[in-house]
């Protein structure tokens, strides 16, 4: 029996199986998988999404996705915007609009790029559906299976998934607190150029790292950009933070420093203004750009045009930047008073980074303690975090996670870190009980102030 070949009963529905009942037996799953492509053996669920149904929950203290706080948008503004956009534009709103996005929203592109020192024309800039796309389609256009990518280690959780569904072979570069270590990859591409494999892109998210929260120094930052030009190499540049500094001097972007010759720029309105908005952008060179749109197109055909008026609408009639700074005074407030509760309630072993900017702080527990088992625990006690080893694709991370301070408030967040404190000071307890080793105490301490103390505490892990 074939799937069409179900017996049907009167009106042509299929007997057997009640409406909204289970499906996967074991039968349905061997019936399907037959089905699936080979690609689909390499997806992975983001470990964000995973936890969105159980952090959903009021009682949950979630410190796990990298979430802005959109109750800062006053809705008074949504409100006053949409009945504009209504009253202007409704006919263009509700309608399909160019794949490579309007004019007046990349207008205001080219207003958010030239804020972090980049000059751009709008013919140059493709809207996309969320910064996110722009991975995915970057990938789709590049990559064919088994092509390598080089990308950061640890890297953006969610841009796992994405390598993963286009069987990319994903060589991590290590970090330390200048960044993802550029004479590392330099020897990573030496070694690959010896076994006659070229990387098709390097990806990095170089300012306030998404997980690990450090900021790639300048003078690697030139150099990436020498190695890029020097080796004919493209670079991924995925700035959701850029703009969202709390102390310490702008650096420029990659972008800024190679001029569109090898780098795509990854930018997104996710951060600055609204996620629900679903609108980013890409900037690259033009063969490229013009390939990322084909794809695009054949994706989602274009980015929601109602969102793109909206966007429009704001930036016509509010002050962007003055938004953007009132947001980086409240993560500020919460990123130190995470520092501090890490201070107060993590073990003496641990260690964590402290990000001059942008939405997470990157800790590392002693290495017998597991994140992702803690992670368990921890939801017994209504509070979530992202476990380390989602931001590695080789096991690694095991001891550590990533923590967000943007998306609750203070009280929030000193009892969310409370809470994964009394679970960590189990589990040094358990060990100390099984092994006879005499557990450090946790001294009186405070988080150190940004002249005190390095921009990152150590990343290097070994493998789990």
Not at 39 to 46: A, D, E, I
Not at 190 to 218: C, H, M, W
Request: net charge negative; with cysteine.
């Amino acid at each position: 029996m074939t799937l069409d070949e179900t017996p049907r009963g009167p009106g042509g529905r299929r007997e057997g199986r009640r409406v909204g009942a289970p499906r996967s037996t074991t039968r349905d799953l061997e019936r399907y998988a037959g089905l699936f492509a080979r690609r689909t053996q390499g997806m992975k669920s983001s470990a964000m999404r995973d936890l969105m149904a159980v952090t959903a929950q009021p009682e949950v203290i979630s410190l796990a996705g990298g979430l802005p706080d959109t109750s800062t948008f006053p809705a008074e503004d949504f409100a006053a915007l949409m009945a504009h956009v209504a009253a202007d534009s409704a006919a263009a709103a509700l309608q399909y609009g160019p794949t490579e996005g309007l004019d007046d929203l990349k207008a205001c592109i080219v207003q958010v790029m030239a804020a972090e020192g980049m000059a751009i024309e709008p013919d140059e800039v493709l809207v996309t559906t969320g910064g996110q796309q722009v991975i995915d389609l970057v990938c789709k256009t590049l990559l064919d299976p088994g092509d390598v990518v080089i990308a950061e280690a640890p890297t953006y959780p969610g841009a796992v998934p994405v390598f993963g569904s286009y069987q990319a072979d994903v060589v991590q570069i290590e970090m330390d607190g200048d960044g993802m270590r550029v004479d590392l990859m330099e020897a990573a591409l030496d070694r690959l150029d010896a076994e006659g494999r070229v990387p098709k892109f390097i990806y990095t998210v170089p300012s306030f790292q998404n997980p690990a929260g450090v900021t790639l120094s300048l003078e690697r930052r030139r150099r990436l950009v020498q190695v890029a030009r020097e080796r004919e190499l493209l670079v991924l540049e995925d700035n959701p933070y850029g703009l969202l500094r709390y102390e310490g001097e702008p650096r420029p972007t990659l972008y800024a420093l190679d001029g569109g010759e090898y780098v795509i720029y990854l930018g997104t309105f996710s951060k600055i203004l609204s996620p629900g908005l679903r609108l980013g952008w890409t900037a690259a060179p033009r063969p490229v750009l013009e390939k990322l749109n084909l794809g695009k197109g054949a994706t989602d055909l274009c980015s929601a045009p109602l969102s793109q008026h909206f966007v429009s609408a704001y930036f016509a009639e509010r002050d962007w930047r003055r938004y953007v700074t009132s947001l980086t005074e409240l993560y500020r407030r919460r990123r130190d008073t995470m520092l501090d509760a890490l201070a107060e309630h993590f073990p003496a072993e641990a260690e964590w980074t402290r990000p001059e900017g942008g939405l997470f702080i990157w800790a590392t527990l002693p290495d017998y303690i597991d994140t992702t088992d803690l992670l368990a625990r921890a939801l017994r006690d209504h509070v979530a975090f992202v476990p380390g080893r989602a931001a590695y694709l080789d096991g690694r991370g095991g001891s550590s996670m990533r923590l967000n301070f943007s998306g609750v408030g203070e009280e929030d967040i000193r009892e969310g870190v409370r809470r994964i404190g009394k679970v960590v000071a189990e589990q040094v307890a358990l060990y100390g009980t099984l092994t006879g080793a005499e557990p450090a105490k946790v001294p009186a301490r405070r988080a150190p102030a940004p002249e005190e103390a390095p921009n990152v505490l150590p990343l290097r892990r070994r493998a789990q």
